[in-house]
């Protein structure tokens, strides 16, 4: 049975999106939790004729509010759904949270109340943009604005692994994000990278192809694309924006039933509500982060990703994977 919470305060459409959601996820083989001030949600629980025997409220009487900052608010709201949910995965009472509320918060709240994976020191968020065939794994987008070329390879390893669960391959293919396909391309951080994956190319669990260009994101010649949360987070903000403005478009110039029928099938290939929320990789136990604007299609999607990665045990997988680099500093 997998144990999986859900943050009930989490985004711009909680609580009612939120256990809706949690709602068309009920299953025999999870246990679903909800966590969140008790007395809000409970009018919400009668509305939809959820019960609190099926679905537990674990009552968090502080909520994190989107426009506040992430490191203030996870130390003055201790109480909070985030910081509750964290707790108990780290106390090991549940094997997955999730929330679509701040972002900043569940990273922070996760990064320093989950142990590491291993010699991880800095976790990643990892996002599916869709390419002809499939999507490709690209992170980081967003956990981290600097990093050093020894964080790139650790998000290589965890962005395969994941890959491997999601997308169903044996040796995914992962490129360095970059300026030119030619080794010696990009900036300092992209050409260190480059060496350090060339270095342990041998005892890697993936296919290292080199540099990846942008289009690259998106043509399906990569599996996993890695760079720095500033530029990921960049590349996945245009990328929503350029899809928006695209959608309304053809919303306007198409007219025919038929074709209008064609492009939504067309459409759900983009919708990120199919395949959930997004990972944040590099910490002992699941924690999904869901778009603020998150329905309820998102959260039941988000819920099914949370079992999946628990039940093939992602963090052992990442252990075993950033065991092979054996890129531990001796301790002085």
């Not at 919470?5 to 256990?19: I, R, S």
């Not at 246990?31 to 629980?45: C, I, M």
């Not at 390893?157 to 300026?179: H, T």
């Not at 007219?255 to 395949?275: A, C, H, Q, T």
Request: hydrophobic content about 40%; proline content about 5%; charged content about 25%.
């Amino acid at each position: 049975m997998t144990r999986i919470v859900v943050d009930g305060m989490g985004g711009d459409f909680a609580p009612l999106e939120v256990l809706e959601g949690v709602k068309a996820a009920l299953s025999p083989g999870r246990e679903l939790l909800v966590l969140g001030p008790r007395e809000k949600l409970q009018p919400f629980y009668q509305q939809l004729g959820l019960s609190p025997e099926r679905v537990p409220i674990i009552d968090a009487p502080q909520v994190i509010e989107m426009e506040e900052q992430a490191t203030e608010a996870v130390r003055k709201k201790p109480d909070s759904s985030i910081c509750r949910g964290i707790k108990l995965v780290s106390q090991k009472k549940v094997d997955a949270f999730i929330s679509a509320g701040n972002s900043g918060a569940v990273m922070t709240a996760a990064w320093l109340g989950l142990p590491r994976i291993a010699d991880i020191e800095r976790p990643a968020i990892t996002a599916l943009i869709p390419n002809p065939s499939s999507y490709t794994v690209l992170l980081d987008v967003g956990a981290n604005v600097d990093c050093k070329p020894k964080h790139l390879l650790h998000f290589g390893v965890m962005g395969a692994e994941y890959a491997r669960i999601i997308l169903n391959l044996d040796r995914p293919r992962v490129g360095v994000l970059n300026i030119g396909e030619e080794e010696g391309k990009g900036n300092e951080l992209a050409k260190l990278a480059y060496q350090f994956f060339s270095q342990k190319k041998e005892v890697l669990n993936f296919h290292f192809e080199g540099n990846a260009e942008g289009h690259n994101i998106v043509d399906g010649t990569m599996d996993v694309v890695v760079c720095d949360g500033f530029t990921g987070n960049a590349l996945l903000k245009f990328g929503e924006g350029l899809l928006g403005l695209v959608n309304q478009f053809l919303k306007e110039e198409i007219k025919v039933d038929d074709s209008l029928g064609k492009l939504k099938e067309i459409w759900k290939r983009f919708d990120s509500s199919e395949y959930g929320g997004a990972p944040l990789l590099g910490v002992e136990g699941v924690c999904l982060i869901c778009h603020g604007k998150s329905r309820a299609r998102d959260i039941k999607s988000a819920i099914i990703r949370a079992e999946d990665l628990v039940r093939q045990g992602i963090s052992e997988k990442i252990r075993d994977g950033i065991s092979r680099l054996q890129l531990r500093e001796k301790k002085r």
